[in-house]
């Protein structure tokens, strides 16, 4: 059985910086890719950044230079640090993996979710 937790979300003003982070565990034999979506209110859920297991990054037009990912792999964590926010990054933020679990097959693993607010 696997499960992704994420913490960091929380209250900002303009300009401030979150970083976010997810863990996964359980039965996991390998991790390939991480990502990070958000769903803003009223829109629908959106891919912000994304990190292959060669750590080749790749972020949505709107958050970068402003947003980083990253990933530790000895402990099954994605992290996403968020600076220069706006308002218009007020979501509810989700990591996902695409893994294999220990006798399993490889499918996408999604979080619960944490929310992101900024204020103006």
């Known amino acids: 059985q696997v499960q992704l937790v994420e913490s960091g979300g929380g209250l900002v003003q303009a300009g401030g910086s979150l970083r976010l982070s997810c863990a996964a565990s359980?039965?996991?034999?390998?991790?390939?890719?991480m990502s990070w979506y958000r769903q803003p209110p009223g829109k629908q859920r959106e891919l912000v950044a994304s990190?292959?297991?060669?750590?080749?990054?790749n972020y949505a037009d709107s958050v970068k230079g402003r947003f980083t990912i990253s990933r530790d792999n000895t402990k099954n964590t994605v992290y996403l640090q968020m600076n220069s926010l706006k308002p218009e990054d007020t979501a509810v933020y989700y990591c996902?993996?695409?893994?294999?679990?220990?006798?399993?097959?490889?499918?996408?693993?999604w979080g619960q979710g944490t929310q992101v607010t900024v204020s103006s």
């Open positions: 996902q993996m695409f893994l294999q679990a220990t006798f399993g097959y490889w499918d996408n693993y």
């Open positions: 359980g039965s996991i034999f390998s991790i390939n890719v």
């Open positions: 990190i292959t297991g060669g750590s080749s990054t």
